[in-house]
């Protein structure tokens, strides 16, 4: 199994819609993230969880709401997205969560498209 | 937050070249990370420095870890055409539990 791995790859959602993104990581790692990829745009760090605790949330509207039942799996849930939310979402992983020499290792990102 | 100024933001070169590309901070850094990303895909880790000084290679990638812990720079040697991508450094400071990331330096590879 690849490190990190996220589903779906591609997803379009309309305003209304609910989905859920999926990241899974097979590294043995402690804390996960969430980041937002926007063209031209640095990573916008949404979410941190350390050990299944949510450590940072920065600032994130609540129309995202990130799940975290066990150190290995993260969902971020969508509803009433706007179409400025259309983005790469990244999830990366790293093994203490924090630290300067805490390397932080990306999934291939789902690709966002809100209608 | 953190702003990291990255530079240039695109490339643009014939393959056998040398390229070089940098970072820099407004503050103090512990971290310096450099990543490479491919059309739809997530970045993956290149070189990671540690102490200020330090010079790390990675096959024809090195990076540097810049004297006054506000800059870092990474040279690819002998371009290839997959070296195409976006480049993207990412520090930690000395305050705070996160990682900032710079804007990317687009690399194209000219056969």
């Known amino acids: 199994e690849t490190g990190v791995t996220q589903t779906p790859r591609h997803l379009v959602m309309g305003m209304t819609n609910k989905k859920s993104l999926k990241c899974e990581q097979h590294l043995g790692h402690n804390a996960m993230y969430w980041y937002k990829q926007s063209a031209k745009k640095p990573l916008e760090l949404m979410f941190v969880?350390?050990?299944?605790?949510?450590?940072e949330n920065n600032s994130v509207p609540s129309r995202f709401s990130p799940e975290c039942p066990n150190s290995s799996h993260l969902f971020l849930h969508l509803h009433t997205l706007q179409p400025e939310d259309s983005a790469l979402y990244l999830c990366a992983s790293s093994q203490d969560g924090g630290a300067p020499t805490d390397t932080q290792y990306f999934g291939p990102g789902t690709r966002l498209t809100v209608l | 937050g953190q702003q990291l100024n990255q530079s240039p933001q695109s490339m643009f070169i014939q393959e056998g070249e040398d390229v070089s590309m940098n970072c820099t901070s407004s503050?103090?850094?512990?971290?310096w990370l450099w990543y490479k990303q491919d059309p739809g895909e997530g970045p993956v880790l290149l070189i990671a420095l540690y102490k200020a000084g330090e010079l790390t290679s990675n096959g024809r990638l090195t990076a540097q870890f810049g004297i006054t812990r506000k800059d870092s720079f990474l040279n690819i040697s002998a371009s290839i055409p997959s070296d195409v991508g976006i480049y993207f450094c990412?520090?930690?400071?000395?305050?705070?539990?996160?990682?900032?990331f710079g804007t990317g330096t687009s690399l194209t590879v000219i056969p």
């Open positions: 503050s103090i850094f512990n971290t």
């Open positions: 990412a520090g930690h400071p000395n305050t705070g539990n996160q990682f900032y």
């Open positions: 969880y350390n050990f299944k605790e949510q450590t």
